[in-house]
């Protein structure tokens, strides 16, 4: 990987970044006894509201649900600030936000009880998040910049992402 400095500082600012916002995002579910993705999924709209009602609907599935939120971010925004497995990182976070854009797209028509952080159509921050997680998946700097630098034996040869 030939990346100018000025490219390889810039690629693991982004990656610290969203790494911190779900670390972030993960610990304070974790602390905070009262959190549930219930109110969420409630409100959820369109294609996947079928699927958010039937998790509601199950104390079961809800606590993993909740779990799985917590723990994930949790777990994921570790990985990118270490840069360690990041590749895995950013499909499994890019998995979560997008998950998180088709429970709650900003189409018109559909109007949600938890007020937007700004007027949306189409692009809110999940969608954004998670090309950022693309262009990280495709720009592995942690092979660099990070602790995957000591596990680069497999992928030695040639890079999958082209």
């Known amino acids: 990987?030939?990346?100018?400095?000025?490219?390889?500082?810039?690629?693991?600012v982004l990656r610290v970044l969203?790494?911190?916002?779900?670390l972030y995002e993960g610990i304070s579910k974790l602390i905070n006894p009262y959190w549930?993705?219930?109110?969420?999924?409630?409100?959820?709209?369109?294609?996947l509201s079928g699927v958010a009602e039937t998790i509601v609907a199950s104390p079961t599935l809800l606590t993993i649900s909740d779990n799985v939120n917590?723990?994930?971010?949790?777990?994921?925004?570790?990985?990118?600030?270490?840069?360690?497995?990041?590749?895995?990182?950013a499909v499994a976070g890019a998995v979560f936000v997008l998950l998180y854009y088709f429970?709650?797209?900003?189409f018109l028509g559909l109007e949600y009880s938890k007020p937007a952080e700004g007027s949306y159509l189409i692009v809110n921050k999940n969608l954004i998040e998670a090309c950022a997680l693309w262009v990280l998946y495709a720009f592995?700097?942690?092979?660099?910049?990070?602790?995957?630098?000591?596990?680069?034996?497999?992928n030695k040869s040639g890079d999958d992402h082209e």
């Not at 990987?1 to 693991?12: D, K």
């Not at 549930?36 to 294609?47: F, G, Q, T, V």
């Not at 910049?145 to 596990?151: K, Q």
């Open 1 to 12: 990987m030939n990346y100018s400095r000025f490219q390889l500082i810039s690629l693991t």
């Open 18 to 22: 969203v790494g911190w916002h779900f």
């Open 36 to 47: 549930s993705s219930a109110a969420y999924l409630l409100d959820s709209k369109w294609l």
């Open 70 to 89: 917590m723990w994930g971010l949790t777990l994921i925004g570790l990985l990118l600030l270490l840069g360690l497995f990041s590749r895995y990182a």
């Open 103 to 106: 429970f709650a797209p900003p």
């Open 140 to 154: 592995p700097t942690s092979q660099i910049i990070g602790l995957d630098r000591f596990f680069q034996v497999a």
